[in-house]
């Protein structure tokens, strides 16, 4: 069978297949990828540059002005600390819970598991909207607390239902091992069953901090007090000021207009490109494992 498709792909028309792809597939990249490169490239151009020249990938003088005024400006490293934080935090709160959910819901004897399962699948279909999570959010009491932006979405039905399906995948020698040991359902969770689950675990562990940390709406509805204002936050007054002053910024150094909205985005966009490479061999076993039972 390999042979024979390789013969099929080194006829004329195989090779003139992959040429064709090649060529779209890098258009579709570098349209992606191009304005990425000119926001790199205007944090670090002059003002008078960025407005004179409509487009460039290399600017013609290299000054670090935008990165030194919002590295010195207290609001902004007090919104990234705070992102940071609620971004680690978040995380492992809302993978814990999604595993705590989905272990008891891959057993199949588990009473009442195909109602919840149900649920779960009509909760992933309907949402209540905002204002009834808003109004639940201010009754519980969590309006002004960074818990208001990661328990409302703790569990996604959609991680859950996947990570419930690898779970249900794993040798189930292994956790009868594990009970004739003595060990009880955490305890088969956390020594047995997560390590085995890494690759699925990694995926949604990257797919809420990203989530949590690019989130704007929880911000802009929950949080009143400015100074708990997230990265998103300061991100949308920066970008959204048509002039700023050293006074905005919070910092004795006049940032350039233009250049400190390209330093910011850049600033909030780099971490997360920094996690995925630790993460990718996780993507394509983490996401396609467990997709098929139901």
Known sequence: MASLTDKRFNTRAGRVFDVVNVVVLSAIGALALLPF????????ATELEITTRPFFLWPTEVIT?????ILSSK???RAFVTTIAVTGVGTLVQLTLTALMAYPLSKIDLPGRRTILSLVVFCM????GMIPTFIIVKNLGLLDTYWALILPAAINPFSLIIIKNFFQELPKELEESARIDGANEMRILRSVVAPLSKPVLATFALFYAVGIWNDYMSPLLY???QSKWTLQMI???????????AEDMNTEVPPPAQGIKFAVVM?????????YPFLQKHFAKGMLIGSVKG
């Open 37 to 44: 490169l000119y926001v790199l490239a205007g944090s670090f």
């Open 65 to 69: 002005d935008s990165y030194r005024s």
């Open 75 to 77: 609001i902004f490293v």
């Open 125 to 128: 279909v309907f949402s209540a």
């Open 223 to 225: 949080l009143n007090d």
């Open 235 to 245: 991100l949308r007054q920066v970008t959204a000021s048509a002039t700023l002053t």
């Open 267 to 275: 600033v909030a966009t780099i971490p997360v490109l920094l996690a």
